[in-house]
């Protein structure tokens, strides 16, 4: 049964930084391209962030280039949204799930509980 535990957001001013952290189980996650997406109040979920399996290819969302950046720990079933230079635009409850190719393409139907971002000054 796949399982996606979101942590780290919370509050920050604009400018500031915070990062995220999805622990994953139930998949085998060295093969899995990981990605994370992000849906804002009265909008629809956005793809944000993608890394390939072995953690040496991403890609992102032109409205995040340059400011967040993807990782992820194999040995940890982890991944990681580094998030910096934050803007109002970016508050939504951000999530993970396993993605195919740089498009929208989660790979599961099931979402974790997310983590809210709010960047508000």
């Known amino acids: 049964q796949v399982q996606f535990v979101e942590s780290g957001g919370g509050f920050a001013q604009p400018g500031g930084s915070l990062r995220l952290s999805c622990a994953a189980s139930g998949l085998t996650f060295v093969i899995s391209d990981m990605a994370w997406y992000r849906q804002a109040p009265g909008k629809q979920r956005e793809l944000v962030a993608v890394?390939?399996?072995?953690?040496?290819?991403?890609n992102y969302a032109d409205s995040v280039k340059g400011r967040f950046t993807i990782s992820r720990d194999n040995a940890k079933n982890t991944v990681y949204l580094q998030m910096n230079s934050l803007k109002p635009e970016d508050t939504a409850v951000y999530y993970c799930?396993?993605?195919?190719?740089?498009?929208?393409?989660?790979?599961?139907?099931?979402w974790g509980q997310g983590t809210q971002v709010t960047v508000s000054s």
């Open positions: 799930n396993r993605n195919i190719g740089t498009t929208y393409r989660p790979v599961f139907n099931y």
């Open positions: 890394i390939n399996s072995g953690g040496d290819n991403t």
